[in-house]
């Protein structure tokens, strides 16, 4: 993948909101949740935990053929040891459902096996 990213251009955008290390809630947006950095897949990540523990991680997790065969951590990380620090956060915070980038929802408890 490294020989195309010379051919990618996204061109700068206007940031409304920076976030730093900290947890964002998003009630005065009217969703029950909060935004959480969760690094380790790369650098800056974030997921979306919701009151209800549905947690929305992008490509700190993954399910489906062909990245994996079951739900389980990403296959690529910038730092396998901040994934799985940042996946203990999610769970000890009420991570219930786990929605990520590749593949269909899966019990967060997957997770917690993975990390054993």
């Known amino acids: 993948m490294a020989m ?3 051919l990618v251009h996204v061109p700068a955008t206007n940031v409304d909101l920076v976030l730093g290390d900290e947890e964002l809630s ?5 969703v029950p949740g909060r935004i959480i950095p969760t690094p380790g897949h790369s650098m800056g990540s974030v997921s979306v935990l919701l009151e209800t523990g549905d947690t929305f991680v992008g490509d700190l997790a993954m399910n489906g053929f062909p990245l994996r065969i079951g739900p389980g951590l990403p296959i690529f990380a910038e730092d396998l040891q901040k994934v799985k620090k940042s996946w203990q956060l999610l769970l000890d915070r009420g ?5 990520p980038a590749h593949g269909k929802p899966f019990p967060a408890d ?7």
Do not use: E, N, S
């Open 4 to 6: 195309f990213v010379p």
């Open 26 to 30: 998003l009630a005065d947006y009217g």
């Open 95 to 99: 991570a219930k459902t786990v929605y």
């Open 110 to 116: 997957a997770i917690q096996r993975a990390l054993l």
